[in-house]
């Protein structure tokens, strides 16, 4: 069974950062390519970014480019999300993704929330 559990969410100030972390159970982990997604209030989940089971590729909607890092430890079974600059447009419930094909995910965590504040 595929088990996905994020945490670090927070309140944060635009301009400041945050660090999210994801927890993965079973062996498979090392072998998916894992992603972050986001739902902002009234909005639809979004894709933030990804990262290849290698963690040698990734991806990142281009809102977020250049501001948020995905990496991941196979050993410990675990992604991480960076996320710098915050803007108040950042806030919104924070999803690890499992499986990620293309932009879209299989299994989901229950999702983290980030406050930016102005």
């Known amino acids: 069974q595929v088990q996905l559990v994020e945490s670090g969410g927070g309140l944060v100030q635009a301009g400041g950062s945050l660090r999210l972390s994801c927890a993965a159970s079973g062996r498979w982990f090392s072998t998916y390519r894992m992603g972050w997604f986001r739902q902002a209030p009234g909005k639809e989940r979004e894709f933030v970014g990804a990262?290849?089971?290698?963690?040698?590729?990734?991806d990142y909607a281009d809102s977020v480019k250049g501001r948020f890092t995905v990496s991941r430890d196979n050993r410990e079974n675990m992604i991480y999300l960076q996320m710098n600059s915050l803007k108040v447009e950042d806030t919104a419930v924070y999803y690890c993704?499992?499986?990620?094909?293309?932009?879209?995910?299989?299994?989901w965590g229950r999702g983290t929330q980030v406050i930016v504040s102005s």
């Open positions: 990262i290849s089971w290698t963690g040698n590729s990734t």
């Open positions: 993704g499992g499986d990620v094909r293309g932009r879209l995910a299989n299994y």
